[in-house]
């Protein structure tokens, strides 16, 4: 059977493997383009034909009663950005993200992750979320104060729902301090967590993708700050894994549909807790660290779940 130039060119087309990675507009810095830089050249070696865009050229709109979008040619797309708009919409168009909306959303808000790892019955770390607060001159009541002393003691830390890189988390050593941080932070989503000493200074990052966990660090910081962040001076070393860490990590990305993530675990007395989970979390450190090609197995995992694998 003869096919015509278009049909051939048609088919060639289809043949073509072409995604897209989205990142914030305001992506500037070396580290945050490492992510998508190192994806889209391990994407490339298996065939998949990758461009790296800014979400300020609008890729998904609403419009009438229609859902749009100006990625109809992409066979997917990963999702480095968190905006929960643009990833609904994509997804409501059919292009297929790398993380879903859901996890991402689910993943952005501390409280909102540990109501959903705690309801799937995965042991998180016992969190307060602060009532909401609309106006400036409302006064944070004292009895809420009290509650919280009575149920963590001190010392308490104080998390706002949507931190990075352990800019938002803090410890309020008394009266005083708890005052001051509910003060400080009325108007934002935070929360009050049990301080886990067992933990102070210490934790394990673990990289999971498609439900498994890939590589571990054990992170530790070098001075009395109780946060382990490589961003905060915490040292990274290899870290083994072991069943537990396997089992936790596989329900915890299935729980939240996960395809790729960074799981924090503290150490407890009882084994260990989730302190949060990142569906972007960067990776170059840890590669750094263990030797282990991160971006490589991600490109591998999507080609295989797209495509099948091969080139
Ligand atoms: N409840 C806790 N008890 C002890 N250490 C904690 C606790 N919560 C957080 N940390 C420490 O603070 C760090 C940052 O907290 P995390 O919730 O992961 O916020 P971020 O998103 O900013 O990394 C953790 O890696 C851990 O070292
Ligand atoms: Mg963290």
Do not use: W
């Not at 070396?30 to 994407?43: A, S, V």
């Not at 988390?169 to 929360?191: D, G, M």
């Not at 890939?214 to 083994?240: H, Q």
């Amino acid at each position: 059977m003869r096919i015509s130039r278009r049909q051939s060119r048609r088919l060639f087309l289809k043949k073509m493997k072409k995604a897209i990675i989205l990142v914030n507009a305001y992506t500037q810095s070396d580290t945050e383009l490492h992510q998508p830089n190192r994806l889209k050249e391990e994407l490339q070696l298996l065939g998949i034909q990758t461009e790296i865009c800014r979400n300020d050229f609008f890729p998904a709109y609403v419009a009438g009663d229609c859902l749009a979008t100006r990625l109809e040619d992409v066979d997917f797309c990963v999702y480095l950005d968190k905006d929960p708009y643009y990833s609904q919409i994509l997804e409501g168009c059919g292009v297929r993200l790398f993380n879903c909306a859901r996890a991402v959303f689910d993943c952005d808000d501390k409280m909102q992750t540990n109501i959903r790892l705690a309801a799937a019955g995965i042991p998180v770390v016992k969190t307060f979320s602060s009532p909401l607060c609309y106006t400036q001159t409302s006064a944070v009541n004292e009895g809420a104060l009290d509650v919280l002393e009575r149920e963590l003691s001190y010392p308490i830390v104080v998390k706002e729902c949507f931190g990075s890189l352990g800019k938002g988390v803090y410890l309020a050593e008394n009266r005083e301090q708890l005052s001051a941080y509910a003060e400080k932070f009325k108007l934002k989503p935070h929360v009050y967590q049990q301080f886990i000493a067992e933990s102070a200074g210490v934790d394990v990052r673990v990289i999971a993708i498609g439900g498994e966990a890939l590589v571990a660090m054990k992170r530790s910081s070098k001075t009395s700050d109780f946060r382990s962040n490589i961003e905060l001076g915490g040292r990274g070393e290899s870290y083994p894994l072991d069943d537990e860490i396997r089992a936790l990590c596989g329900k915890i990305s299935r729980t939240l549909s996960l395809d790729y993530c960074g799981i924090d675990l503290l150490f407890t007395k009882d084994g260990y807790a989730v302190c949060e989970v990142n569906s972007n979390a960067f990776f170059g450190g840890i590669e750094k660290i263990t030797g282990v090609n991160v971006a490589k197995a991600y490109a591998e995992y999507i080609n295989q779940t797209i495509y099948g694998g091969g080139k």
